[in-house]
């Protein structure tokens, strides 16, 4: 060993042993912060399903593979950090001597080309990376980026250590091969060769390169360590752990979509008939309350911002952004740990829990945080301003771009519910609707006795659960489709073509009520528990002595179906529930309604959220409407699972949209830029907000919005009457 060695070797175990000692510090600090946060057992069900999510999801890239070059470039990144971090370690025999290698595999040809193959592509990869990211920049002209609101540097530091652990990868091999130490042959390596042609025959320039790539990595370990909230790299370590624990790793995509998470308190489903909100936690009040996978959700932000070029409400100047929104509980929650950590906290009833002399010697800074409000203005020092947290819509795609499967729809609305249950702070335009829920069990406040109106004309006799037994469908109808005109023209156009095939099915009637949809979302977990078991028992009754195979429900509603289909087996409701587009897309397809008059004019089609995203129903509603205009549909650029969100869900129907442009009005003038002269809806949300926003624009005479299965029954019954123009719905 020469002197070199002895510097260069010197050099590699002292700032090795200073990186390894921070960063075991900085994983305790982010294991503790984590546990901090409330129980969440049924995380640690079915682990063989969730390993294989896990490696399919992170081997396969099954999320980021959706961005094309995006998802290529990284798992190419992604890869060369894993395999080529054996290189890193080889680096540690080259500091000691300049033939050095890795142990057994190190001499093996095979791992030689592996190992080049990879540093090359990741080199590629790294590359295109930080083009996009530069591309990208916050700062450019034309508009807000996806990176708007990460931080920076954050990232150009993560990407050049990258390129320039991979450069001296090489550098180290082409040393190597200038001075003829190097084992592999040059058809395995022609880079490290190449670099080696143009490399002097220095003999302590392999030792130097070695010693140069470890103080590079271990400079990145060091700064890592002193930054526990820079998800930019820490992800990288825990998005395994985070992709485990996803709610539902059986999904497909987006385990946070769907049913919301039920209202727990110390990891248990509350029960409001003996809830004491004394006692029991009634949604998220401090950071701590939020699930201890809900804390590893907030350390695991990549900061990529996929999340927020999808959401509807900052797309329109809202001020939401779903990944400044987890930035900032992340934040928050590393802000307040000392706090936390040291005993501090309030308790349910707003005592402090720890004594003076536990907080005396806390930094004034983690006490300053203690005392910030989770929800509240910039006046009052809130975390989360209450207008980022009634922006949301509850749409999920930021869910279903988030690569490392974080729930934000679910912590959202654990936010609101307790804003509505304890605080009562809300917007007041939707107390309305929840008072209409308690009295009249339908957001609008019709008289429950005009439910079957929607009946009266019909050419048919609807049948009534109770009145007939033999029928094979229920037809829940909702309340949109039981009392808004435009809703009501879709609920006879689907029973009439059930009525058409023979389809033999029944209503509730009077004895249908709310969903609860709207009270959920908007976080009055107490309303929709009310109506929910109200329906069931009522279901449960409609359908006694049935298995829940037939216990079938068809929904023209998707809000209504994925509540019903997703929700009610949290309240005892099993039952096998199909939006209609389903149902006929299956008559179609059996020959049981057969289209007779191709409907002209071109068609578009808009996918609702909670048909799509968060049922992953998109060729249903497509066929439908493929055989009833007997050509292809005219899509819009953002459809399928990248569907924009007409500004409905979320409970945001009953409120007013008063911060930047309305999110109906963006999705209309991208329908209208098609050039269809209908746009098909399969949801009364979406046929609203569309409506009017088409209306808006004062295209009424031009576009038509429709149901999907309007559009049917035009086909299969042209001489079907149509009524006149839609009018507007109950309630504005």
């Keep these: 060993m020469g002197s070199v060695q002895i510097v260069t070797t010197i050099l590699a175990a002292a700032i090795t042993a200073v990186a390894v000692w921070l960063a075991v510090r900085a994983v305790l600090k982010m294991v503790a912060v984590i546990r901090l946060g409330q129980p969440a057992p049924e995380r640690f069900t079915d ?55 890795l142990p057994i595999i190190g001499h093996w040809t095979i791992f030689g080309l592996v190992t080049e193959i990879i540093g090359v ?53 082409g040393f ?39 103080i590079i990595s271990m400079t990145w370990l060091i700064v890592i360590s002193l930054n526990v909230t820079m998800g930019v790299a820490w992800h990288r370590f825990l998005a395994f752990p985070n992709i485990f624990f996803k709610r539902e790793p059986a999904k497909p995509a987006g385990s946070g979509l769907g049913a919301l998470r039920p209202m727990t308190s110390q990891g248990k489903p509350l029960d409001f008939e003996e809830a004491d909100p004394e006692k029991d936690q009634f949604g998220v009040a401090h950071v701590e309350q939020f699930s201890w996978k809900g804390l590893l ?20 100047g809202k001020p939401l952004s779903p990944k400044l929104l987890v930035l900032s509980l992340r934040d928050h929650a590393y802000a307040k740990a000392p706090y936390l950590l040291a005993g501090g906290g309030k308790d349910l009833t707003g005592e402090e829990k720890a004594t003076q002399a536990q907080l005396a010697h806390l930094d004034v800074l983690a006490l300053a945080e203690a005392d910030k409000p989770l929800i509240g203005t910039a006046e009052e020092g809130g975390v989360i301003d209450p207008d980022v947290l009634w922006s949301c ?36 335009e939707a107390g309305v609707m929840l008072r209409n829920l308690e009295n009249k069990g339908n957001p609008w406040g019709a008289p429950q006795n005009t439910r079957e109106d929607w009946t009266k004309g019909l050419d048919f006799e609807v049948p009534r659960v109770g009145e007939v037994d033999d029928f094979e469908y229920l037809f829940w109808v909702g309340c949109a489709g039981a009392f808004e005109d435009r809703a009501k023209k879709t609920t006879r156009a689907v029973a009439t073509l059930l009525n058409e095939a023979g389809v033999k099915f029944a209503i509730l009637g009077e004895g249908e009520t709310c969903s609860g949809d709207p009270a959920r979302r908007i976080g009055n977990e107490f309303v929709f528990q009310m109506l929910a078991q109200q329906n069931v ?18 929904a023209t509603c998707p809000h209504c179906f994925n509540t019903l289909g997703n929700e009610y087996g949290q309240l005892g409701g099993e039952f096998e529930v199909v939006h209609h587009t389903q149902l006929l897309a299956h008559l179609v397809a059996t020959g049981k309604l057969t289209p007779v008059q191709p409907v002209d004019g071109g068609v578009t089609y808009h996918d609702p959220c909670y048909l799509g995203r968060h049922n992953r129903i998109f060729a249903a509603p497509r066929e439908v409407l493929g055989d009833a205009i007997a050509g292809d549909l005219t899509e819009m650029p953002r459809n399928s699972e990248r569907s924009f969100c007409c500004g409905a869900g979320g409970a945001r129907m009953w409120m007013e949209e008063k911060i930047g442009k309305r999110i109906n009005v963006d999705r209309v003038e991208e329908a209208m830029a098609t050039g269809a002269k209908t746009v098909a809806v399969g949801c009364p949300f979406c046929s609203t907000m569309l409506n009017d926003g088409v209306n808006g624009k004062g295209a009424g005479e031009e576009v038509e919005v429709i149901d999907v299965a309007s559009v049917l029954l035009r086909s299969v019954k042209p001489e079907q009457p149509q009524g006149g123009k839609e009018t507007a719905p109950i309630g504005g």
């Design 47 to 101: 682990k063989v399903t969730r390993a294989r999510t896990m490696l399919v999801e992170t081997a396969g890239h099954t999320r980021m593979f959706k961005w094309g070059v995006v998802g290529a470039a990284h798992w190419f990144v992604m890869v060369g950090f894993i395999v080529l971090s054996l290189l890193v370690l080889e680096a540690y025999f080259e500091v000691v001597t300049t033939d050095g290698g």
């Design 176 to 214: 190597k091969v200038a001075t003829d130490h190097f084992e592999f042959p040059f058809w395995a390596t022609p880079v490290s060769h190449a670099v080696g042609a143009v490399l002097p025959d220095w003999a302590d320039g392999v030792s130097v390169a070695a010693a140069i790539k470890i």
């Design 393 to 428: 819509t509850t749409c999920g795609a930021c869910v279903e771009q988030c690569p490392v499967d974080i729930e934000h729809v679910d912590h959202i609305v654990d936010m609101r519910r307790y804003q509505v249950l304890i605080e009562s702070s809300f917007p007041s």
């Design 537 to 554: 028992e009522t279901l449960n009754e409609a359908f006694e002595g049935r298995d829940k195979a037939k216990r079938k429900i068809v």
């Design 121 to 173: 592509l990741g080199l590629v990869g790294i590359l295109v990376l930080m083009a996009i990211r530069l591309r990208n920049r916050p700062t450019r002209p034309g508009g807000r980026s996806r990176f708007t609101g990460s931080t920076m540097w954050q990232g150009y530091f993560v990407e050049w250590i990258v390129l320039l652990v991979l450069i001296f990868g090489f550098v180290i091999r």
């Design 297 to 316: 959700d907030f350390s695991t932000c990549t900061e990529c911002g996929r999340c927020q070029s999808q959401c509807p409400a900052w797309n329109t």
